[in-house]
């Protein structure tokens, strides 16, 4: 980014930065001569800019250097995010972060996810799973339950190895059809059994253990292609990166 700009883009411009990786916890951040040169702004908008990502613990004063990155060992990026976060770089893992214990399968559909793809109640449907892990900690199970429709053109969503690419865009590489995403959906419920096992919480079986449910839709111009929800672990600060 270069040219005058708002207090507020800058801070978007980092807090970018910070969420794709390109600057890591503990690097210091531009000092606020290179900022201002950059951007063409006064000190007073820089430093505004600065006071928002120090109010949103993306950066932190340390002494003898100034401003740097800060750790986020509690923090999980939404799913909107991530996939914004592909589109800039390609990369679908933030700093520090993959995915493990990766299953694909056809399943029957649930009443919820039926009803989300417009199919009828235990209908075959792909469904795909994975664990986000931030470091060593397992910060978010994601399934995504896809209409069986989209094997003709990635008959690849069966295998259980990681594509490499999200699967959409291979989809319309090969169709020619546009997918666009319905607006993030946010509720909480009790997290499963199963649920609790993916995310390594360790409680009594007794203990009701609430968890963050990001739900998201996408559609092509054939109606409902795929249902994706992300369970947050507890305890975690869900962040759009944005």
């Known amino acids: 980014m270069s040219g005058k700009a708002g207090y507020a883009e800058i801070a978007t411009h980092y807090r970018r930065l910070i969420s794709d990786g390109t600057l890591v916890p503990g690097e210091p951040m531009p000092t606020m001569k290179d900022v201002c040169k950059q951007f063409g702004v006064a000190i007073a908008t820089a430093n505004r800019a600065f006071q928002i990502l120090k109010a949103e613990r993306l950066t932190v004063g340390k002494p003898g250097v100034g401003t740097v990155v800060a750790e986020r060992p509690r923090v999980a990026t ?5 996939l914004k976060r592909i589109g800039r770089t390609g990369d679908p893992y933030g700093y520090k972060e993959k995915s493990i214990k990766h299953t694909a399968a056809l399943r029957s559909a649930d009443a919820a996810v039926a009803e989300a793809l417009h199919i ?16 060593t900690t397992p910060t978010i199970a994601a399934l995504s339950c896809i209409h069986v429709r989209a094997l003709e053109a990635v008959p690849e969503l069966l295998s259980t190895e990681p594509m490499g690419r999200f699967w959409q865009e291979i989809y ?26 993916l995310l390594e919480v360790r409680v009594p079986e007794s203990v009701p253990v609430p968890v963050l449910i990001l739900v998201n839709v996408f559609h092509d111009e054939d109606g409902p292609l795929e249902y994706w929800e992300d369970v947050y672990g507890p305890s975690l600060w869900q962040s759009d990166d944005e």
């Open 78 to 82: 939404t799913a909107a995010a991530r």
């Open 120 to 135: 009828d109640l235990h209908d075959e449907i792909v469904l795909r799973t994975r664990v986000f892990v931030r470091d």
């Open 172 to 197: 319309t590489e090969r169709t020619g059809r546009t997918v666009t995403k319905s607006p993030e959906r946010r509720t909480a419920r009790l997290a499963s059994q199963n649920e609790l096992d």
